[in-house]
C-alpha cells in the first residue's frame, strides 16, 4: 500500500513502493493541485524543466486517456442530453462512444500543440527568446483542469 509524504519540492507524491520510488497517479494529483495549490505546483513545474515528449507521455496522454475512458462509459451508460430540435436524452452505442471519444482527445491535443504554437509566437519580445518546450509545458500543464474536469 502506498503512502503519502511531502517532498522538498513542497508536492505531494503517492509512492508505491518506498524502494523503488516509483509514483503512482502522479499526472491526475498534479492536475488537482493545479487547482488547490497553484503556485507551489506551477513552481515545482518549472524546477522539472521537463522536454515535450516527456510532458506528453508521462502526463498528458495518462490525463486524456484516462479522462476520455470515463467520459465514454459515461456516454455510453448515461448517454447526453442534446437540445436540437427538441430536448432528448441521446444514449450512444459502445462503438460509438469510443469514435467520440479518440476525435476528441485527437482535437484536444491538436488544440494543445496550436495553443502552445501561439503562445510561444506572441510571448517573443527583443529581451527573452522563448523556445517550444517552454510554451508547450505551460500550455499542457495549464489544459489540465480543464481535462480533468470535462
Request: hydrophobic share 45%; aromatic share 12%.
Amino acid at each position: 500500500m502506498g503512502r503519502i509524504y511531502y517532498d522538498a519540492c513542497n508536492s505531494f507524491n503517492l509512492i508505491v513502493s518506498q524502494r523503488r520510488k516509483r509514483y503512482q497517479m502522479r499526472s491526475m494529483l498534479k492536475a488537482i493541485l493545479m487547482l488547490v495549490r497553484p503556485v507551489q505546483t506551477w513552481n515545482g513545474i518549472a524546477e522539472a524543466n521537463r522536454g515535450v515528449i516527456s510532458v506528453i507521455l508521462a502526463f498528458l496522454l495518462p490525463l486524456v486517456v484516462t479522462t476520455s475512458v470515463l467520459e465514454g462509459y459515461g456516454l455510453a451508460k448515461n448517454g447526453k442530453q442534446q437540445s436540437e430540435p427538441a430536448p432528448v436524452l441521446k444514449h450512444y452505442t459502445k462503438q460509438e462512444a469510443i469514435v467520440f471519444e479518440v476525435f476528441h482527445s485527437a482535437l484536444l491535443l491538436g488544440a494543445i500543440f496550436v495553443v502552445s504554437v501561439a503562445v510561444r509566437a506572441f510571448s517573443q519580445t527583443f529581451h527573452r527568446r522563448n523556445d517550444f518546450k517552454q510554451s508547450f509545458n505551460a500550455v499542457a500543464y495549464g489544459f489540465a483542469p480543464l481535462l480533468s474536469l470535462r
